[in-house]
């Protein structure tokens, strides 16, 4: 029975040796350390901006509404926030890489990292 099932010899998986290590250390060396509490991450650079605009936002926050900053945030204030703080320079793809660096950097504010 086993072998009239077609079974094909080999799955074809990316090998991680395709890449040579001149581009595997070009590819690292565009990432940036980011400290989060005790934590030390490497990000992009693109990650790293919008998680300082969070910071930055939540600042602001913190010193003009007489509530403090928000918590969480909804929707409409998510969006509202970014459309102030991302910068119009970016791709689609970047857009999308920032928009999580600012999410990340609200959440680190929010719980005191």
């Not at 990432?31 to 650079?45: I, Q």
Request: aromatic share 16%; net charge negative.
């Amino acid at each position: 029975m086993l072998d009239q099932m077609h079974v094909p010899a080999t799955i074809p998986f990316p090998s991680p040796a395709s890449t040579t290590l001149e581009e595997q250390d070009i590819e690292f060396a565009t990432y940036v350390p980011l400290r989060v509490g005790k934590y030390h991450f490497e990000v992009s650079p693109t990650f790293h901006e919008g998680y300082l605009a969070a910071r930055n936002a939540y600042a602001q926050m913190e010193e003009h509404h007489e509530w403090g900053p928000y918590l969480f945030l909804t929707g409409y204030e998510y969006a509202h926030l970014t459309r102030q703080h991302i910068p119009t320079t970016l791709s689609a793809t970047d857009k999308r890489e920032w928009q999580r660096g600012f999410i990340g950097g609200w959440t680190a504010c929010s719980y005191g990292f």
